[in-house]
Nanobody, 116 residues
Framework: QGQLVESGGGLVQAGGSLRLSCAAS????????MGWHRRAPGKQRELVAF???????NYADFVKGRFTISRGNAENTVYLEMNSLKPEDTAVYYC??????????WGQGTQVTVSS
């Protein structure tokens, strides 16, 4: 079974930008929806954005107008373009995939730190 691998996290100043990438390592079949969640220190994991295979996108209110999710040309890749970052965006960001069968898949997470 394939895995999801995230990259692109790091340290950035408030107002800056980062681009997160998520790619499947190995074969993952029948993905219908890929998205990003995040977990800030002391908080529960929350949905940031998702995109379906049909291109429908959905964003949490706290990132609307600042973050953009998109699919890559390669199969089972997804990106999260993050602009106008705020210190409260500091969190571990996780990629996840929903399939027609089988459990939801999660990546290992990538740290995003926004300094004020």
């Amino acid at each position: 079974q394939g895995q999801l691998v995230e990259s692109g996290g790091g340290l950035v100043q408030a107002g800056g930008s980062l681009r997160l990438s998520c790619a499947a390592s190995g074969t993952i079949l029948n993905i219908t929806n890929m998205g990003w969640h995040r977990r800030a220190p002391g908080k529960q994991r929350e949905l940031v954005a998702f995109i379906t295979t049909g291109g429908v996108t959905n964003y949490a209110d706290f990132v609307k107008g600042r973050f953009t999710i998109s699919r890559g040309n390669a199969e089972n890749t997804v990106y999260l373009e993050m602009n106008s970052l705020k210190p409260e965006d500091t969190a571990v960001y996780y990629c996840r995939a929903i399939r027609t069968t089988g459990p939801m898949l999660w990546g290992q997470g990538t740290q995003v730190t926004v300094s004020s």
